[in-house]
Each structure stands twice: as C-alpha cells, then as structure tokens.
DNA sequence: TCTGGGGTCCTAGGACCC
DNA sequence: TCTGGGGTCCTAGGACCC
C-alpha cells in the first residue's frame, strides 16, 4: 500500500443513515425493505440494504416505483429532518470521544473525518472496531469506518469496508498489503473514488483509466493538464500523497432555502408566501451562524421535465447597502427581487431564496447613511423573534405572510412523515406494557 | 398527477486599472 | 511599418459532494 508519510485518517458513516434512524423508532421496519423520500416525496433519497439488492438507484422518482413497491412489499417515510439532525448531533459527539475536539471534522450529517496523525499509537482495526461498537450501543446506529493515509484513501477504506461484508465493517488500509490492495483497486471503477463524479468518469473511461487503479498510477501532471487541480490532488491523494486536510467548520458563505411545492402556484400572491416562509428559515440560519447578509437571491422554476409546458426560470439578487441580519429588511427585498422577475402565466412548480455575501455580525461596516444603523428596539424584537421559534418552531411567528396558517398551495406533500421522536415531548415514543 | 435540497470549489472570460 | 501587457476583480457556469 502506498503509504510515504505519517498522515492517517478516519472517515466513519453510518449506514443508509435515513433509513436505520427510522428503523431505530419503528423496529416493524427492520428487514423489510424501506426507503425515505426526499422532501415533498418525490424521490427516493435512502434506502435499505434491500431495496439497493432490487436495484433501486438513488434518486429514483417515486411515482416511478409504484409497481417495485406493490411487488416486493417496500415500506416508505416521508424524510424527518428534525430526527435525524438530532441523531446526527448523538453520533458526531460519540465519534468526537475518541479523539481531540480539533482533529474532527463533521463532514455532513452522516459523516464524520479524523485526523489521527495525533495517535500514531492506536491500532486502525482497533480504533475502528472500538468507534463501531460504541455508536450502536449508544446510540443504536450501525457504523463504517475506513483508514488510509489520506482522506481520499479513508474514503475508498470505507467504500470497501461497505462492499465487502467480511470485513465487519472496518478497514484499516495502511495495514493492509500491496497485492491485496491492487486486488481490490483493479477492480473497482474510478467512479468509486470520492470528487469523481458522472462527467469526470465519462471523461476517465474516454481515456481508458477506468479502475482506481488505472488513476492511481496515471501521470498526476497530466491529468492536470487535461482537469485541473483538483482531479490532480485526487490522484495524489490515492498515492497516499495528502492534499486535503481537515477542514475546520467555518460559517457557511451562502445559505438557501428552497422547496418544490406541493401543486402549482401560479399568482404573485401564493409566491410572496412562498419566498417569505423560506427566508424564515434562511434567516434562521443566518443568525444562528451569527453572520449578516450582503445579498439576498431569489428564483423560480417551472417544471422542467413537462416539455409541453412553457419553461421559465428567472433569477435576480439585490445587494444591500449594509449586510444585515434582519429578517423584516431581508423579506422585504426578497419580495422586491419576486416582483421584478415575477410573470404571470406561468406553471411554478419550485422557488427559492440565497442570502450570500455574509459577514460576522461584528464585522459589518456601518454605512453613515444607512436605514440599518443600531436600532436597540428592532433588535430586541428579532431576538424575541429568535427565542420563540427556538422554543415553538421556526413555523409559529414569522415576517410577513411566513407562517400563516391559511390555504397554502405551496407546502410541500409529506405523506408518510415520522414523529419527532427525539426532539419534541408531544411526540416522545411511548410504550404500552 | 408525480422527478430533492443545500452546500463547496475551480475555471474561464470580460472589465478595468496602471 | 508599427497600435502593450500584466494583474486583479467579478461573474457565470460547471463540476463535485451528501
């Protein structure tokens, strides 16, 4: 195994995350094939061992699957976003016990990267074995774990680690010999390889690279040439050659909030509530990152798929004079932006809103002549603001026509959605004895 | 009837400046 | 006859990730 340096990561996930946390709450589940919906039900966004073994690609149209679900009896949830953010938070922090705070990295909500270059030590097979049996015990999760020299490496331990059940679902391979490597890597398609995605893999084939093998020992300049630098990292990556460290969590640069809706909206009305119900949430966001917006970004679709119908969709961001974390200001340019792109006789089917260009609370400049300058009463309200939805739910106060309980034709279908088992006392799971 | 949502990074090309 | 060139900033778009 290439293995030149002292660098070795972890990247442990757990598998068909959705799905077990559903499993976790609903044991009728487990061994039946499931699969969860992506918001509004529209595709398939997880799912079991089982459905996979039937051949159910991610991402597969739900209406599309209606004769796989009547045959093989396929259970199905609407996803529960509440539960497993929460889950999540129960995982990351048990990862978290086994190394410094500084060597994690949250990689997204069902993954998490170590830097062990801290523990040269610690036995990978162990560490690994070790991290697996503490999340299920304590939180009821199954794990993977992988461990390689680099990230990209942990990332295609762990992939192996997956495909081959013998292993138990832990792969060390900085351990691991030369001819056992190739015998894996010569065998699996670069498509496998974390940052190669479908364009990447056409191009790699056209080429004739077509395991991870042919990649790793494609000239690196070359491929340089041809994709730029971050195919170029990836090989040196699977060389055992680290490009790519742990990332510290920063505030995000951009925050969107967007939905399909539930049926089409057609009037300026129905979009106002849309895009201001989804500021809501992006501000929420926004000020739980403590940062201000310097541009607020709107958009509509039509639906893109329906040939017949006529396609628009229109884009526009305003800049504001002063960066601001005010959810009145930011919804009311949101509705400003709406106005200037919005056309009638059109068939809308998605909108969405961007805060971009945003800035620590602290460091925004003030404009002399700003509206925006300090007003002690409009930030008393906003954090009122902030600590009801903290305590209520972010869908009880809201700007505008947000959180409205009235005929909305723009929420989104949720046909099957799980309870906030963990989140929500209302909904605590209860036993019958 | 029905096809997700939220992010990041890189690159190319034009505008602009000196 | 001969009509600069390099740096930087911005934007749009493309690729990827889960």
Not at 127 to 132: A, E, F, M, T, V
Not at 216 to 236: D, I, N, Q, Y
Not at 260 to 265: L, N, R, Y
Not at 289 to 318: K, M
């Given at each position: ?5 002292s660098?070795r990561?972890?990247?442990?996930d757990?598998?068909n995350?959705?799905?077990s946390?559903?499993?976790?709450f ?5 061994g ?8 509004g039900?529209g595709?398939?966004v ?8 039937l ?10 699957m ?13 996803s529960n976003?509440?539960?497993y953010g929460d889950?999540?938070r129960r ?15 949250v990689?997204?909500i069902?993954e998490s990267?170590?830097?062990?270059a801290?523990?040269p ?5 162990t560490?690994g074995?070790d991290?697996k049996?503490?999340?299920?015990q304590?939180c009821g ?9 680099t ?10 680690a997956?495909?081959n059940p ?10 691991v010999n ?18 190669i995605g479908?364009?990447?893999t056409?191009?790699l084939?056209a080429m004739n690279l077509r395991t991870?093998s042919?990649?790793m ?9 041809r ?12 060389r ?5 460290g742990?990332?510290?969590v ?8 967007s ?5 089409p909206v ?6 106002k509530?849309?895009?201001q119900?989804f500021?809501?949430r992006?501000?929420?966001k926004l000020?739980?990152?403590?940062s201000c ?10 639906n ?14 305003i ?9 009145r200001v ?6 400003t932006?709406l106005e ?18 945003l ?5 925004v400049q003030?404009d002399?002549f ?5 007003n002690?009463?409009?930030h008393?309200l906003m954090?009122?603001l902030d ?10 106060v ?9 005929r909305?034709?723009w ?5 099957r959605?799980s309870p906030?088992y963990?989140?929500?006392w ?8």
């Amino acid at each position: 195994m290439p293995y030149t340096s002292s660098s070795r990561f972890a990247l442990v996930d757990v598998n068909n995350f959705y799905v077990s946390c559903e499993r976790l709450f609903d044991p009728s589940l487990v061994g039946v094939p499931t699969v969860v919906l992506s918001n509004g039900d529209g595709c398939v966004v997880a799912r079991s061992p089982e459905v996979k073994a039937l051949g159910v690609p991610m991402g597969m149209p739900w209406h599309q699957m209606k004769d796989l679900v009547k045959q093989h009896g396929i259970q199905y949830r609407s996803s529960n976003y509440t539960l497993y953010g929460d889950m999540s938070r129960r995982v990351m922090s048990v990862i978290g016990q086994f190394v410094a705070e500084e060597d994690q990295e949250v990689y997204s909500i069902d993954e998490s990267f170590l830097d062990l270059a801290s523990y040269p030590h610690s036995d990978g097979q162990t560490l690994g074995r070790d991290i697996k049996q503490r999340v299920y015990q304590w939180c009821g999760l199954p794990v993977c774990v992988g461990i390689g020299a680099t990230k990209t490496l942990a990332k295609l331990a762990n992939h192996i680690a997956k495909k081959n059940p013998e292993l138990g679902g832990v792969l060390d391979l900085t351990a691991v010999n030369q001819d056992r490597f190739e015998g894996w890597t010569g065998a699996m398609d670069v498509s496998s390889v974390w940052g190669i995605g479908r364009k990447l893999t056409e191009h790699l084939h056209a080429m004739n690279l077509r395991t991870v093998s042919d990649l790793m020992k494609a000239e690196p300049k070359r491929l340089r040439e041809r994709f730029g630098v971050v195919v170029e990292r990836t090989a040196l990556e699977l060389r055992g050659i680290p490009c790519l460290g742990l990332d510290v969590v920063e505030p995000r640069q951009q925050i969107i909030a967007s939905r399909s809706f539930g049926g089409p909206v057609y009037t300026l009305d129905d979009l106002k509530a849309a895009v201001q119900t989804f500021m809501g949430r992006a501000v929420h966001k926004l000020r739980g990152q403590g940062s201000c917006a310097g541009q607020v970004r709107v958009w509509l679709e039509t639906n893109r798929f329906r040939a017949q119908d006529p396609q628009y969709h229109p884009a526009a961001g305003i800049k504001l004079p002063t960066p601001t974390d005010d959810g009145r200001v930011l919804s009311h340019v949101a509705s400003t932006v709406l106005e200037h792109i919005y056309r009638p006789g059109f068939r809308y089917t998605k909108a969405g809103v961007m805060l971009e260009e945003l800035v620590g609370v602290s460091e925004v400049q003030q404009d002399l002549f700003s509206v925006a300058t300090p007003n002690p009463k409009r930030h008393a309200l906003m954090s009122v603001l902030d600590h009801i939805q903290g305590k209520f739910g972010r869908e009880q106060v809201g700007v505008g026509h947000a959180g409205v309980k009235e005929r909305q034709v723009w929420t989104m279908r949720q046909s099957r959605l799980s309870p906030s088992y963990t989140t929500s006392w209302k909904q605590l799971l209860s036993v019958n004895a």
